[in-house]
């Protein structure tokens, strides 16, 4: 086991002195705090992060997943926040002001995509979409953009699990003046740390492998100080603040990342190969199966995400959801449960949204779990020949 990897299994919570010292972290269950000297005088030179006033604002069980997560991805801060759109909300309200443009990749969660459309640019941010893979194009937008800038896209794109070439387009985003934002969420930080890569500000869907159970919701922001500082003040204005229990929950299940994730990326890379060459399978989207083209020292892993398409369209991959046994026809990933959904009907639903990542008919996305493989592998046969 790596050493970061062995990291998350030390606890973070510090403990009273005398006391002895719990095997897992304490739940702090409370709305606000006694204010005494040490809190009066943290908020007397405006310091309301050090010290603890009211739960919204900062918690110790929720400050201890935050430290948990920033030092997986070896960052000097983080902010964990109610869902990881949540995280979304406050690192593109907390960065960014009237006048910044947001050049996101075409490549992107459908609801990402939403609220950039909704809600950023109504509020005087200006967004375009690119494709980060093609490097003139990331120049061209960067070019054409006004004052302060921010670059956004996946480190494995949902749903078609695109690898981004993080330390190109940092560099490119840099050389600009512009700053790189990467959504880790399809990756996880044991398969990718994308500040190591020139990302400047990681965020991360806890819900999802970080968790791993498919039982709490949660998001998490990392990057510097100062950064974190601007998502902190957005997250508590915008009140995604995120409870205590759900964060002991989160912290429980990171307990297992690692051998989580190993075992679920191994049982996806077969799974894909054993869906390349099944005859009702037209198209498999998984970065193992494409690793001579990836972005070299990019990942530790291929994760444990990928698509394909079955011939016959969205109405087979309907019928291929119905016939399915053991994988669970349902959204979310990164659970210990594999997980099957069709984008058309879920993250991308609009036309628009389907074109611009294009989108094939028939689409399935499959979020591999802990499961026996060979029954993976079995009940994925029978319901592809079954749905014909």
């Given at each position: ?20 010292r ?64 949540g ?42 979409f ?13 070019q ?31 050389a ?9 969420t ?28 498919s ?12 950064d ?36 679920a ?11 390349e ?35 016959g ?53 499959l ?22």
């Amino acid at each position: 086991m790596s050493r970061r990897a062995a990291s998350i299994l030390v606890s973070s919570v510090s403990d009273a002195a005398g006391q002895q010292r719990p095997v897992t972290p304490a739940i702090v269950q409370t709305t606000t705090f006694v204010m005494d000297d040490a809190l009066n005088e943290a908020m007397a030179r405006g310091d309301y992060r050090s010290q603890f006033l009211y739960t919204r604002m900062g918690n110790p069980t929720v400050d201890a997943l935050q430290r948990r997560v920033a030092e997986l991805h070896g960052a000097e801060d983080g902010v964990a926040t109610a869902s990881g759109m949540g995280a979304v909300s406050a690192a593109l309200f907390g960065l960014t002001s009237p006048g910044t443009t947001v050049i996101a990749d075409r490549q992107l969660y459908g609801v990402t995509a939403g609220f950039l459309r909704r809600y950023l640019e109504p509020a005087g941010r200006r967004v375009e979409f690119v494709d980060l893979g093609a490097a003139a194009e990331l120049t061209a937008a960067l070019q054409r953009a006004p004052g302060a800038t921010w670059v956004l896209g996946e480190t494995i794109s949902n749903p078609l699990v695109r690898v981004l070439d993080i330390a190109a387009v940092a560099a490119t985003a840099h050389a600009h003046g512009a700053r790189l934002l990467v959504d880790n969420t399809f990756a996880g930080p044991l398969v990718c740390r994308p500040l190591e890569h020139g990302a400047d500000v990681v965020l991360e869907s806890l819900s999802k492998s970080f968790a791993g159970h498919s039982d709490v919701h949660g998001g998490a922001l990392v990057g510097s100080r100062a950064d974190m500082e601007l998502c902190w003040q957005a997250m508590l204005h915008f009140g995604a603040c995120l409870d205590p229990h759900a964060s002991w929950l989160i912290q429980r299940g990171s307990r297992t990342l690692k051998v989580r994730t190993d075992v679920a990326c191994q049982n996806a890379g077969r799974v894909a190969r054993f869906l390349e060459s099944h005859p009702a399978v037209l198209r498999v989207w998984y970065p193992g199966l494409q690793a001579a083209s990836l972005p070299q020292g990019l990942l530790s892993d291929f994760g444990s995400m990928l698509s394909f398409s079955v011939i016959g369209g969205d109405e087979r991959a309907l019928r291929v959801l119905d016939a399915l046994q053991v994988v669970v026809p349902a959204t979310s990933l990164g659970g210990v449960e594999s997980l099957v959904s069709l984008p058309f009907n879920t993250s991308h639903r609009t036309p628009e949204a389907q074109a611009m990542i294009g989108l094939l008919p028939g689409t399935i996305r499959l979020s591999v779990g802990i499961e026996d493989v060979q029954d993976l592998m079995d009940d994925l046969d029978s319901a592809l020949r079954t749905s014909a």
